[in-house]
T-cell receptor, first 109, second 119 residues
Framework: GQNIDQPTEMTATEGAIVQINCTYQTSGFNGLFWYQQHAGEAPTFLSYNVLDGLEEKGRFSSFLSRSKGYSYLLLKELQMKDSASYLCAVMDSNYQLIWGAGTKLIIKP | GAVVSQHPSRVICKSGTSVKIECRSL??????MFWYRQFPKQSLMLMAT?????????EQGVEKDKFLINHASLTLSTLTVTSAHPEDSSFYIC???????????????FGPGTRLTVT
């Protein structure tokens, strides 16, 4: 079956760095997405990786290793507004997104 | 660019009635639209995928006679929850895919969601 695993909840301090991991097993691979979702709102796109390596976009970076079925989202200089759920999703061979359950990130002052 | 709107944002209805939710792509043509349901503290659950002009493909366990999806044009899809029951209360989110290459290919753009409460 298809499976996406990510931690349920993480806590970090304002100004610090946090890494959210995601491991996956899917039928085919056409890229991995990270989305941010604030409570009661729809997800917003953060990043897309289809090749191995690190993609940096401002305070957020995303890493992919296809051979290991592994990705992480790195958030630097954490701000209180970064408190949200972070969803990892993999696009399978049918171009369908398979979603992880999300990681709730709590930022403390 | 790539804005998806959803209407209504919140709706309360009585058990047994039907509710229609609209999803529109405002500045692009959506070849494919997706409907998701999300219960509190859970991830998105794909309900169905629809391509313009053809019947929707429903995920296993989703009743197609209860959740009617119409993708009549490249910018509009509707989800109708028929004979709603309290267990249908959820956050319904649509997303649209342009299907072009470049940038983040096959990226889905999400609508703001519709909070349905069935009393």
């Amino acid at each position: 079956g298809q499976n996406i695993d990510q931690p349920t909840e993480m806590t970090a301090t304002e100004g610090a760095i946090v890494q959210i991991n995601c491991t996956y097993q899917t039928s085919g691979f056409n890229g991995l997405f990270w989305y941010q979702q604030h409570a009661g709102e729809a997800p917003t796109f953060l990043s897309y990786n289809v090749l191995d390596g690190l993609e940096e976009k401002g305070r957020f970076s995303s890493f992919l290793s296809r051979s290991k079925g592994y990705s992480y989202l790195l958030l630097k200089e954490l701000q209180m507004k970064d408190s949200a759920s972070y969803l990892c999703a993999v696009m399978d061979s049918n171009y369908q997104l398979i979603w992880g359950a999300g990681t709730k990130l709590i930022i403390k002052p | 660019g790539a804005v998806v709107s959803q209407h209504p944002s919140r709706v309360i209805c009585k058990s047994g009635t039907s509710v229609k939710i609209e999803c529109r792509s405002l500045d692009f043509q959506a070849t494919t639209m997706f409907w998701y349901r999300q219960f509190p503290k859970q991830s998105l659950m794909l309900m169905a995928t629809s391509n313009e002009g053809s019947k929707a493909t429903y995920e296993q366990g989703v009743e197609k006679d209860k959740f009617l999806i119409n993708h009549a044009s490249l910018t509009l899809s509707t989800l109708t929850v028929t004979s709603a029951h309290p267990e249908d209360s959820s956050f319904y989110i649509c997303s649209a895919r342009e299907g072009t290459s470049g940038g983040a290919p096959y990226e889905q753009y999400f609508g703001p969601g519709t909070r349905l409460t069935v009393t």
